[in-house]
């Protein structure tokens, strides 16, 4: 069994940030990517951040130059450091990972899912 441990969400001020981690936890081979979506009521998840083993990340536009994904693949862990938060993040933020077996098959994980909240 696997599971995807997240923390670091809250209530914060316009400007502010928020640092989300994410530990994957259990009987694991290996981990590929790892990243970030985000969701609100109503709406369809949208993907936030992706990074590969390598570190190779990718953002989406509306986030590029204020967050910051990086993985300690040691600790099986990814992290989401979000700076200069505005009110549009506000959403429910979920941890994702893909993990391959011994005998190469791959499977993704989700992880609880952390509020953020952001006031203007």
């Known amino acids: 069994q696997v599971q995807l441990m997240e923390s670091g969400g809250g209530l914060v001020q316009g400007g502010w940030s928020l640092r989300l981690s994410c530990a994957a936890s259990?009987?694991?081979?290996?981990?590929?990517?790892m990243g970030w979506y985000r969701q609100n009521p109503g709406k369809q998840r949208e993907r936030v951040a992706v990074i590969t083993t390598d570190g190779i990340a990718n953002y989406a536009d509306s986030v590029k130059g204020r967050f910051t994904i990086s993985r300690d693949n040691g600790k099986n862990t990814v992290y989401l450091q979000m700076n200069n938060l505005k009110p549009e993040d506000t959403a429910v933020y979920y941890c994702w990972a893909q993990l391959r077996t011994e005998r190469g098959r791959t499977y993704a994980y989700w992880g609880q899912g952390s509020q953020v909240t952001v006031s203007s």
């Open positions: 259990g009987s694991i081979f290996s981990i590929n990517d």
